[in-house]
């Protein structure tokens, strides 16, 4: 299990490198923080929502693009559940 997770930690450590080389660092760390908890509160309907979203200060393009992958995440995790429960 943990090998399958391997490449993908590999290939999140070359684009954090990249990125922290080509800007010179993370320099908003917040807004990662607010895409995610938004994209979560899309896909399982609960979390916070921080307060740039009920001023209108931010879209939806990308928690939209993050919920779309974790709603995949979360189908894929609900028929590995499914298949591991029909053993």
Same mark, same amino acid.
């Given at each position: 299990r943990a090998r399958d &997770? =391997? !490449?993908l930690l590999a290939l999140t450590i070359v684009?954090?490198?990249v990125c922290a080389w080509t800007l010179g660092g993370? &320099?908003? !760390?917040d807004e990662t923080h607010q895409y995610l908890d938004v994209a979560h509160r899309l896909v399982w309907g609960y979390g916070t929502r921080p307060h740039e979203w009920y001023a209108g200060m931010r879209n939806l &393009? =990308?928690?939209g693009a993050l919920a779309g992958v974790l709603a995949l995440a979360r189908a894929a995790a609900a028929e590995a559940e499914l298949a591991r429960l029909r053993e």
């Open positions: &997770l =391997a !490449p684009v954090q490198c993370r &320099l908003h !760390p &393009l =990308a928690p």
